[in-house]
T-cell receptor
């Protein structure tokens, strides 16, 4: 079946602009995660959604970052007033209860 | 919180040789340890995982060992092939089971020379 999809695959924006990144998880997966991967670095946890529970936002680096998950499926990560240090690959993963985290291909964000 | 250290950062081996990547973790409550392979321009893909009630797990040319006392785990790839060239990440789950967030190591770039 279809895996996790993310859009856009690449996004170039100017400093100060807002961006929205989209994640479509695997159908039926109840949990969804966002991670950030800076150049040459490991993955850094950002936020976690599980069913109807309140999300775990403990990894969001600043209040410019927010995310929502509508209808328990699609998720959008929003970065307001982007800064150059926000440049990274943003990865989304989904999992069913107790299952493997399956990653999407990521969105490469470049802030000029 | 959990901290995962991964070594080496780069590893170059000849085709057919073995490769070993090591990780240590800090939180004794972590009990799920996956390994991911990431090829250029793609998202990470799970290659093997282990839970803390098991000391070793093997899948064809890939094996993972876990030492809970020392809080370290290792990935072993035998008979390496050029297509094994990629970045490998270890991770640890901070919560019971694997429904929680993963804490990743910094990654190891493996190059297998033909």
């Amino acid at each position: 079946g279809a895996g996790v999809s993310q859009s856009p695959s690449n996004k170039v924006t100017e400093k100060g602009k807002d961006v929205e990144l989209r994640c479509d998880p695997i159908s039926g997966h109840t949990a969804l995660y966002w991670y950030r991967q800076s150049l040459g670095q490991g993955l850094e946890f950002l936020i976690y959604f599980q069913g109807n529970s309140a999300p775990d936002k403990s990894g969001l680096p600043s209040d410019r970052f927010s995310a929502e998950r509508t209808g328990g499926s699609v998720s959008t990560l929003t970065i307001q007033r982007t800064q150059q240090e926000d440049s990274a690959v943003y990865l989304c993963a989904s999992t069913s209860g107790g299952g493997t985290q399956y990653f999407g291909p990521g969105t490469r964000l470049t802030v000029l | 919180g959990e901290n995962v250290e991964q070594h080496p950062s780069t590893l170059s081996v000849q085709e057919g040789d073995s490769a070993v990547i090591k990780c240590t973790y800090s939180d004794s409550a972590s009990n799920y340890f996956p390994w991911y392979k990431q090829e250029l321009g793609k998202g990470p893909q799970l290659i093997i995982d282990i839970r803390s009630n098991v000391g070793e797990k093997k899948d064809q040319r890939i094996a993972v060992t876990l030492n809970k006392t020392a809080k370290h785990f290792s990935l072993h790839i035998t008979e390496t092939q050029p297509e094994d060239s990629a970045v490998y990440f270890c991770a640890a789950s901070e919560h019971s089971g694997n429904t929680g967030k993963l804490i990743f190591g910094q990654g190891t770039t493996l190059q297998v020379k033909p």
